[in-house]
């Protein structure tokens, strides 16, 4: 069965970077685009980042354009989001899923806390 793990976040000051890490499993990782999600205090989840199979092309939300940088290294199937420049409005947890087609079990996300 599908299985996404997600790991990386934590408490950070403003300014600060973090590094997200997405483990998946039980699909052909490498045929699949893959997109970060967050979910805020009172939010909707919001898509932030995506990246194509091969990881050719990506595409950001504008509130982290220039900021976060999505990856991926299909050999370890595994997605990362560089964090960097953070801002309390980052405050979140953090999810990854599939692009196109999000499976219907999401993983149990990351929480990334931006305080001074």
């Known amino acids: 069965q599908v299985q996404l793990v997600e790991s990386g976040g934590g408490l950070v000051q403003p300014g600060g970077s973090l590094r997200l890490s997405c483990a998946a499993s039980?699909?052909?990782?490498?045929?699949?685009?893959m997109s970060w999600y967050r979910q805020g205090p009172g939010k909707e989840r919001e898509l932030v980042a995506a990246?194509?199979?091969?990881?050719?092309?990506?595409n950001y939300a504008a509130s982290v354009k220039d900021r976060f940088t999505i990856s991926r290294d299909n050999a370890k199937n595994t997605v990362y989001l560089q964090m960097n420049s953070l801002k309390p409005e980052d405050t979140a947890v953090y999810y990854c899923?599939?692009?196109?087609?999000?499976?219907?079990?999401w993983g149990q996300g990351t929480q990334v806390t931006v305080s001074s």
């Open positions: 039980g699909f052909t990782f490498s045929s699949y685009g």
């Open positions: 899923n599939a692009g196109r087609r999000p499976f219907g079990s």
């Open positions: 990246i194509t199979s091969a990881g050719g092309s990506t």
